[in-house]
Nanobody, 120 residues
């Protein structure tokens, strides 16, 4: 059974940091791209960052480049999203997903979201 468990969300002030974790089970990380998406109230789900552990490629949305870093620990089958210099506009529910490419439509498996709230 493929499962993704996201954790690490919370409430921080602007400029603060959080690290999200996505623990995968039922497959190894090199099978799929692992991506983080986020969805703010009233907005569409958007891609934040992806990692392909099979070739080391990463993707970042322009809005998070230079502030967020995606990484993986293959031994723990876990992907991390280090979020620094957080802004109020980063407030959203963050989801991790597994699939192909970087778009919502390419993801075949989703974890439950974790709330990130950034106050000004």
């Amino acid at each position: 059974d493929v499962q993704l468990q996201a954790s690490g969300g919370g409430s921080v002030q602007a400029g603060g940091s959080l690290r999200l974790s996505c623990a995968a089970s039922g497959f190894t990380l090199d099978v799929y791209a692992i991506c983080w998406f986020r969805q703010a109230p009233g907005k569409e789900r958007e891609g934040v960052s992806c990692i392909s552990t099979s070739d080391g490629n990463t993707y970042y949305a322009d809005s998070v480049k230079g502030r967020f870093t995606i990484s993986s620990d293959n031994a723990k089958n876990t992907v991390y999203l280090q979020m620094n210099s957080l802004k109020p506009e980063d407030t959203a529910v963050y989801y991790c997903a597994a699939g192909y490419g970087t778009l919502v439509g390419g993801m075949g498996y989703w974890g439950k979201g974790t709330q990130v709230t950034v106050s000004s």
